[in-house]
């Protein structure tokens, strides 16, 4: 779902901004960063951008057979209230 390189790349950043005294420290910690950006992209349940649009796609093409379907009842009940008249 995640692109490794991009969570290993994040961690690099994190790990790279701590100050140079705590250096003997920044392997740990770039481990450390990865696990839990890991940990909480995963929890958060995401959708790719493909799986998105596909979605997006099925939205607009109920949306529009739901608009259609709305069209098709209003000309009935119409037809039916002027049969009745």
């Known amino acids: ?3 490794p390189k991009a969570i290993d790349d ?3 950043r994190l ?3 701590i100050p140079p005294g705590l250096n003997t420290f920044k392997d740990d910690l770039e481990k450390t960063f990865n696990g839990v950006l890991q940990a909480a992209l995963g929890k958060l349940e995401l959708v790719t951008r493909e799986e ?3 979605q997006k ?3 607009a ?3 529009s057979k739901l608009e ?3 069209k098709r009842v209003a000309e009935m009940e119409a037809s039916t209230q002027n049969t009745e008249a």
């Open 68 to 70: 259609d379907l709305e």
């Open 1 to 3: 779902m995640f692109d």
């Open 10 to 12: 994040i961690a690099n």
């Open 61 to 63: 093409k109920t949306r």
């Open 57 to 59: 796609m099925v939205l």
């Open 15 to 17: 790990a790279g901004a």
């Open 52 to 54: 998105f649009e596909v």
